[in-house]
């Protein structure tokens, strides 16, 4: 555990000034990010769009998908549309099949939950969220949850966490939100919200050094807090 900019960790008592924490979803509760951009390349691989992870996170960082890259260079809007519904089922069927658990999570969300409110922000679509949750309890821990559709626009826009904070009633500085992709801490940053990133091998590489916490992994998030 790091404050971004080096040195000394932090007084961890200084910081019971949070009282909610807002979740990222994907990559920080379950290991899914990389099993959405398998379902992506391999669908566009099909049709002989190359797609390499660089480009992916990095239009990812930006709020772009690769569906505006490919029809960018040549893939009609009707069929990235077509092209984009069987992303979505082979992605569907990946969550079924593949493991997606991260070990430790749902310890760690009971242990938060007796000192914090909690909630979900993500992007994900309703109908992925409803199937990843069907069999799991982690939704049981939060006050609420807001997914795709649920604010004007989606993250790196401040929107979705700025939609938490109203939920919540609570003011920007009482509030940490818990990310793994720049993309979702662009989202914080520019929300006014304090982040704390999460490792995750599949984001690795991109920009972090706006976070106000780095973590080694979720756990560590009780200690920050304690």
């Known amino acids: 555990m790091s404050r971004h900019s080096g040195g000394a960790l932090p007084d961890c008592r200084g910081l019971v000034k949070y009282t909610h924490i807002l979740f990222d979803h994907d990559g920080v509760l379950v290991d899914t990010e990389h099993l959405y951009f398998r379902a992506t390349r391999e669908i566009l691989t099909e049709v002989g769009f190359d797609l390499p992870i660089g480009l992916y996170l990095a ?95 989606s993250k790196p826009q401040p929107d979705p966490y700025l939609a938490g904070l109203e939920r919540f009633g609570v003011s920007p500085d009482r509030a940490l939100v818990v990310e793994d992709s720049e993309r979702g801490l662009r989202s914080a940053v520019a929300a006014g919200i304090d982040c704390a990133v999460v490792h995750h091998e599949f984001t690795a590489s991109q920009d972090f050094s706006r976070a106000t916490y780095k973590l080694d992994s979720l756990a560590e998030l009780v200690d920050l807090l304690n």
């Open 59 to 153: 239009l990812q960082a930006e709020g772009k998908s690769a569906w505006e890259h490919a029809k960018g260079v040549g893939l009609s809007a009707a069929r990235a549309d077509e092209l984009r519904q069987a992303r979505n089922v082979l992605y569907q069927r990946y969550l079924v099949e593949e493991d997606i658990e991260i070990p430790g999570v749902v310890e760690t969300l009971k242990k938060l939950g007796r000192r914090c409110s909690m909630a979900i922000v993500t992007t994900a679509k309703k109908e992925d969220f409803a199937l990843i949750h069907r069999d799991r309890n982690i939704v049981e821990h939060m006050d609420f949850v807001l997914a795709n559709g649920d604010y004007a626009r």
